[in-house]
């Protein structure tokens, strides 16, 4: 996952605290303007090492409503069970920081919490801590697990959440069993990300989805069935990760009417029928673009547009040529046209899309030199050419500057 220095430089805090001045001046230091009590305390990778020990100086801020020890190195240390000294918090945040062990249940005494995130960590969280959570945390509207073990959870205790959740993070979490459908209805959710639970079961609900929902991530679980038309009620969605589930059947008329989408994945499926690619259009604000095997893809030759575009995956989609629409997304980072049948040379166009960091054409009948064009390509980092049917001199002119990864292997390169 990304680390502090991709969302806010690294440096000690604490060594710029001078005891000769009031400490509410200190950086990441927040007080109370009236009683001058200390109520926030923001320690963001700050560079903190060792343990937390139970006779730490934190845990004298009585009055701390929020605590945010994100990216710091509390390596070998476990979730102090004195946390729940803070009595006031509404605020927690000690993700990316290296704790270990278990959850302990003294944190679900934190009643007047609103923001919990324990994400990032090698921990566990036991059922009954668990529930623990959501029966005191009646306040609690966003939750962060993600890559928690909760191995021992059962997804049934889902349905005790609280109706005020908003934000619900769980990925990575090894969760097993029946996911309650009730969640996806719970009023003001806006956020649900499961994925990567691959022994997570569920289906998606028929009618009466919460509304506000802006982002469902179900990648890489268990969920089956059909899509239901009802999708097309979540007018909100701007991210629809559906990706290597179990589904089935065709994909609603309804779907098309989520104009607000910047990300669909629909691919590692087993969907059914056609889809005419002109569909795809629709969704004008699409950034990221996700199909493969599970759809029959209907195109001509339409200039399709996508104007925001940055990354497309048509992965085994039987196509048998490029897609003329490729020359125009001038935006586009990254491409995976492979385990197709495109055969015939690579259309010097690839040149103009000068913003390609990661192209992969493997496993097509590509044949011919390789285009001079993709020189233009400084920002490539990876380049898949292989098993494919070229019959070239070495590429050594292509020297982009940041390529790491070059695959040209079962060609005719000489």
């Known amino acids: 996952e990304a680390s502090c220095d991709d969302h806010v430089m690294s440096y000690p ?5 001078n005891k000769s001045v009031d400490c509410c001046s200190w950086d990441g230091v927040a007080c109370d303007s009236v009683f001058g009590n200390v109520i926030g ?29 994100y990216g710091n190195d509390f390596a070998g240390s476990p979730i ?45 969280l036991e059922n009954s801590i ?24 059962s997804p049934k205790s889902f349905v005790n959440f609280s109706s005020s959740l908003t934000y619900l993070n769980v990925h990575s979490c090894y969760l097993g069993g029946i996911f309650p459908s009730t969640v996806f209805r719970l009023p003001s959710l ?70 607000q989408l910047q990300f669909l994945g629909i691919d590692g499926n087993s969907f059914s029928g056609v889809v005419e690619f002109e569909l795809f259009t629709t969704l004008k604000d699409l950034q990221q673009l996700f199909v493969s095997q599970e759809l029959n893809l209907i195109y001509d030759t339409l200039e399709y547009t996508f104007p925001k575009l940055e990354k497309l995956g048509l992965r085994s989609c039987n196509l048998i040529k490029f897609p003329y629409f490729l020359n125009s997304l001038k935006r586009l980072t990254s491409l995976d046209l492979s385990l197709n049948r495109i055969s015939g040379n690579i259309p010097s166009c690839f040149g ?63």
């Open 80 to 124: 102090s069970p004195h946390l729940s000294a803070f009595a006031k918090l509404t605020h927690l945040n000690i993700s990316h920081s290296l704790f270990v062990g278990n959850v302990p249940s003294e944190i679900s005494h934190l009643s007047m919490s609103v923001s919990f995130d324990v994400s990032y960590n090698y921990i566990s």
């Open 130 to 153: 668990f529930r623990m959570l959501i029966r005191n945390l009646t306040s609690l509207r966003k939750l962060v697990l993600d890559q928690v073990d909760m191995s021992l959870v």
């Open 13 to 17: 805090k604490t060594n710029s605290w």
């Open 190 to 259: 806006t956020t649900l990300d499961i994925s990567y639970n691959l022994d997570l079961f569920g289906v998606l609900p028929k009618s009466n989805w919460t509304n506000p929902l802006e982002d469902l991530s179900l990648l890489e679980t268990n969920f089956s069935g059909e899509i239901p038309n009802s999708i097309g009620n979540m007018k909100n969605l701007t991210i629809l990760d559906l990706g290597y589930c179990k589904f089935t059947g065709h994909i609603p008329l309804s779907m098309w009417n989520l104009n």
């Open 41 to 69: 305390l923001d320690l963001t990778c700050s560079c903190l090492r060792g343990t937390l020990q139970s006779n730490s100086s934190l845990f004298l801020l009585r009055h701390l409503r929020s605590l945010n020890l």
């Open 352 to 414: 103009n899309i000068t913003n390609l960091v990661y192209l992969n054409l493997s496993n097509n009948k590509l044949q011919g030199p390789l285009p001079l064009s993709l020189v233009k390509c400084v920002n490539l980092s990876l380049l898949d050419l292989s098993h494919n049917e070229f019959s070239d001199i070495f590429p050594h002119w292509l020297e982009a500057p940041q390529l790491n990864y070059l695959y040209l292997q079962s060609n005719k390169f000489h």
